[in-house]
């Protein structure tokens, strides 16, 4: 009985080693196919390209292919290509990720790890100990915990690069505004010069601290006015030609939208302070 059992999981759980795969037609590897149980496959010397669903990628040493049941998917070799194929049962797919991942592993743990989890796997099948379904289910479980757990220290890391990136954007066009804000420049022009789209920097910026660009480019235009208004006697022309504004008339209108206030309702509003 308990070999009907272990023969019954062999055929749900294998361990292929690509070279295997690779031999023969190449069609055989590079067709686009798909498998009705999750399938890892774990390259470890090498070098091709693999298509999952339409997108191609390049992989090498120490990747690690994850593809969920359904997953059409198909790869190439340039030259020899070691590692395997880890075939795991339909019932065990909500516990690995869902969707196909591609995973890079440069340290020489994580490389390690996964070798052995595989290795262990593969022993498992070739034993003939006692409880050997068993085996196979906490051995696939606990590379499922170290799957997920890769994949979410990736999405972390996206994460934080990705947090720093808006950060240094937002930290470049406040550098610039801070330079250019007397000038007739807008947020497009700023966006220009730091390579991204208008839509890109407001969205950044929203992300960051709440405003849009064009909020942060207000601001501080016209904080400047308010403080030239309050602490000089420059006339109101002056100031909107100061700031980058095309006529007084258009400052007036700006200003207003702004404060509720015309520039100089704003400036007899408070005690005038020599510049």
């Not at 059992?5 to 590897?29: C, M, T």
């Not at 406040?174 to 966006?191: G, H, M, Q, S």
């Not at 008339?249 to 400036?267: D, E, L, V």
Request: hydrophobic content about 40%.
């Amino acid at each position: 009985m308990k070999m009907i059992l272990k023969n019954e999981f062999h055929d749900h759980y294998r361990v292929v080693p690509i070279s295997r795969f690779a031999q023969g037609e190449k069609w055989r590897i590079e067709a686009m196919r798909s498998y009705r149980q999750p399938v890892l496959i774990w390259f470890t010397k090498g070098q091709g390209r693999i298509t999952i669903n339409g997108q191609a990628h390049g992989y090498g040493p120490h990747n690690a292919i994850f593809l969920p049941p359904g997953t059409m998917h198909g790869f190439s070799t340039v030259g020899t290509v070691f590692g395997n194929i880890v075939f795991l049962p339909a019932d065990m797919a909500s516990e690995f990720p869902e969707t196909a991942q591609h995973l890079r592993f440069r340290d020489v743990q994580r490389q390690a790890q996964l070798t052995a989890l595989i290795d262990t796997l593969q022993g498992e099948l070739k034993s003939d100990l006692p409880d050997t379904a068993q085996a196979l289910r906490c051995h696939s479980g606990l590379l499922a915990v170290w799957l997920n757990r890769q994949v979410a220290c990736l999405e972390g890391d996206c994460k934080e690069a990705k947090r720093r990136a808006s950060h240094r954007l937002v930290s470049g066009f406040c550098r610039l505004v801070e330079r250019d804000f007397k000038t007739p420049k807008t947020v497009a022009d700023y966006a220009t010069e730091l390579g991204v789209t208008p839509t890109h920097l407001s969205r950044v910026c929203n992300e960051c601290a709440g405003k849009s660009a064009s909020a942060f480019l207000a601001d501080r235009v016209h904080f400047e006015a308010r403080k030239l208004l309050r602490e000089t006697r420059l006339p109101v022309q002056e100031i909107a030609r100061m700031l980058g504004f095309s006529s007084a008339a258009y400052f007036t209108r700006a200003f207003h939208k702004i404060t509720g206030q015309s520039p100089s309702a704003f400036r007899h509003g408070g005690n005038l302070i020599a510049a």
